[in-house]
C-alpha cells in the first residue's frame, strides 16, 4: 500500500505547523544557501497563481516526514512525533520519539533502542512533539 507522502514543518514566519507537500530551492547568488517550503494541503492552486504566493517557508529542523501511520485515535503520525502506550510487561507508560532511520520508522524509547513503528502504531498515542514539548522525553528517562 503506497502512502501519502506529506510533511510538517514549523512556519519560519509565525511558527505555526504547517503540513503538505515539501521542497527545498538552492541558490548561489555569491553565497550558497538553501531554503525550505511546505506547500501546504489544503492549499487552492489556480494555474494563474505563482508558487511563491502558495508556499511557505519553514525552519529545516523542524521538518518531518509523515510516516504512513495512524495512532490510535486516528491522528497521522510524523517523523518527530513523542507518543505514549502501557507497557504490556510493567503496566507502566513508555516514551517513544518517531524516527527515521535505514529506510523505516521506529519508535525509539532509548538512545539504542527502539522497534518498527509499524508493529505498534495502533496502540500508541501522541502526546507532543519533539520540538514543542522535548521535556516529555527527559520526564521518560
Same mark, same amino acid.
Given at each position: @500500500?503506497?502512502?501519502?507522502? *506529506?510533511?510538517?514543518?514549523?512556519? $519560519?514566519?509565525?511558527? %505555526? ?7 527545498? @530551492? !538552492? !541558490? ?6 538553501? !531554503?525550505?517550503?511546505?506547500? /501546504?494541503?489544503?492549499?487552492? +492552486?489556480?494555474?494563474? $497563481?505563482?508558487?511563491?504566493? +502558495?508556499? =511557505?517557508? =519553514? ?12 495512532? $490510535?485515535?486516528? $491522528?497521522? +503520525?510524523? %517523523? ?34 527502539? @522497534? /518498527? ?6 496502540? =500508541?498515542?501522541? +502526546? ?7 521535556? *516529555? *522525553? %527527559?520526564?521518560?528517562?
Amino acid at each position: @500500500m503506497d502512502r501519502e507522502h *506529506l510533511y510538517r514543518g514549523k512556519r $519560519k514566519d509565525n511558527g %505555526e505547523w504547517v503540513i503538505g507537500y515539501y521542497f527545498c @530551492m !538552492h !541558490h548561489n547568488d555569491g553565497r550558497t544557501h538553501i !531554503h525550505h517550503f511546505i506547500i /501546504p494541503i489544503d492549499a487552492e +492552486i489556480p494555474k494563474d $497563481k505563482p508558487i511563491g504566493e +502558495i508556499q =511557505v517557508e =519553514v525552519i529545516p529542523e523542524t521538518v518531518g516526514e509523515y510516516t504512513g501511520e495512524q495512532d $490510535k485515535n486516528g $491522528k497521522k +503520525i510524523f %517523523e518527530g512525533d513523542i507518543c505514549s502506550k502501557f507497557s504490556n510487561y510493567s503496566g507502566k507508560k513508555i516514551f517513544f520519539s518517531i524516527v527515521f532511520e535505514q529506510g523505516l520508522f521506529y519508535a525509539r524509547y532509548s538512545e539504542t533502542a527502539g @522497534m /518498527p513503528l509499524c508493529d505498534i502504531c495502533e496502540k =500508541v498515542e501522541i +502526546i507532543g512533539n519533539i520540538h514543542d514539548n522535548p521535556e *516529555l *522525553l %527527559e520526564v521518560a528517562e
